[in-house]
Each structure stands twice: as C-alpha cells, then as structure tokens.
C-alpha cells in the first residue's frame, strides 16, 4: 500500500472551511483515495473516497489534481462536532481490503 | 440494524489469562477484520478474513488467534495476555465488490493488562 503523509494536527474555528492535505507519491495506477474520521472513544468512520479529480458528498469534497500525488478533504463551515482525528489511506479495491491507518490528523475545531 | 457489535466494551486482564473479543455484523458482509490501537496511534491490523472459512494475518498477528465462526461472527482471541496487549480493539466489516473501500467499524474494546 502506498505511504501517505499528512499534518499531525490542525486547528480551525467554527464555521470556517478545512483543508486537510494528504501526499501520496508513490500512488499507484489501481489505487483509490479513501478518507475517515475518528472521534475519540469510537471506531473510524467512512467518509469519501476518490480516484481522480473532485468528489463531493454531503459531508465533504475530496479534490485530487491529476497527478494524484496528493488529494485534499475539504470540510466546510466545520463546526464544533468536526473535531476529530481524519485518516488519508490510499489502496486497491479488491475482493477484500486491507486499510493500512497512519497517525493521522488531529482536528480541533475551536467556537 | 445494530451494524458491527463488540463484547465486551471494557475488559482488564492479569498477565497470562486468556479471553476471546467477540465481535459481529448483521450486514451480511464477506469480509472481517480486527484492528488494534495503541495511543496517539492510528489503527493496525491484526487478523482479517477475506470471506466465511478462511483467515490471514495482518501486520501484527503474533499473541492473537482468530476464528470466523460464520458468516456473522469473528472472534479474536489471547491465549496468555500480555501488557504490550493493552490497546483498544476494534472489529469491521466490509462487503465484496461494492466499488467502494468502505469499512463499517464496531464500537471498540477497551483492554487494560496489568
């Protein structure tokens, strides 16, 4: 699976919009771009998935250019309740999946 | 539609007791998975089963067994615990070939090794 780096933490106020940045360099061609958000004391939740240029759901948008050597969740106007630890993983769909979690990113949404 | 159940929620353990982390999902998924995470850490995979019937390891086996007992359940179990073991465990599920990289996880097991 490909290697994903992304800040540790990040800090933002309430109805302002979140750019959270993920690089990806060693992406390969089958690979999909998968974000999930954390909230402490419960299991990672699912938010948006992407392969190429924008997706957008109703939580978020996932913009990855088109060398999709980085992919950027978008949040906007997050409020409170976004603070969250958010996960980039980058992997093959197959019959299966394994996910592969990094550190991720600590999201402290201030009032 | 509970989703992915785990039992129990909290569990402490002595050095060398065993226990088995139940876990399961009425969303009639193929696949199933136990991770682990360690504080400040994001998840590991312990064990997964690709479908009912067959298991494999992940990136951190070693102290685990695990049986899919069938198509709803996968139980993670620790022979002789050890504090390195202390961590929240946490089981998922996922479907085949829905297009998407989808994980649907429980709600964790907090497990304390003294």
């Known amino acids: 699976l490909a290697k994903t780096t992304q800040p540790i933490s990040m800090d933002s106020y309430e109805g302002q919009e979140v750019n959270i940045t993920c690089s990806h360099n060693n992406i390969a061609t089958n690979d999909y771009i998968t974000w999930y958000q954390q909230f402490p004391s419960q299991g990672p939740r699912f938010i948006i998935q992407g392969y190429k240029t924008k997706v957008t759901n109703e939580v978020a948008s996932l913009f990855i250019p088109a060398d999709r050597k980085s992919s950027t969740l978008s949040l906007p106007r997050v409020s409170l309740s976004d603070t969250a630890v958010y996960y980039c993983?980058?992997?093959?769909?197959?019959?299966?999946?394994?996910?592969?979690f990094g550190k991720g990113t600590m999201l402290l949404v201030s009032p | 539609n509970a989703g992915v159940t785990q039992t129990p929620k909290f569990q402490v353990l002595k050095t060398g007791q065993s226990m088995t982390l139940q876990c399961a999902q009425d969303m009639n998924h193929n696949s199933m998975y136990w991770y682990r995470q360690d504080p400040g850490m994001g998840l590991r995979l312990i064990y997964y089963s690709a479908s009912e019937g067959t298991t494999d390891k992940g990136e951190v086996p070693n102290g685990y067994n695990v049986s899919r007992l069938n198509k709803r359940e996968f139980s993670l179990r620790l022979e002789s615990a050890a504090p390195s073991q202390t961590s929240v465990y946490f089981c998922?599920?996922?479907?085949?070939?829905?297009?998407?990289?989808?994980?649907?996880f429980g709600p964790g097991t907090r497990l304390t090794v003294t």
């Open positions: 998922a599920s996922s479907e085949v070939g829905t297009g998407t990289y989808e994980q649907y």
């Open positions: 993983l980058v992997g093959a769909l197959s019959g299966y999946s394994t996910l592969t």
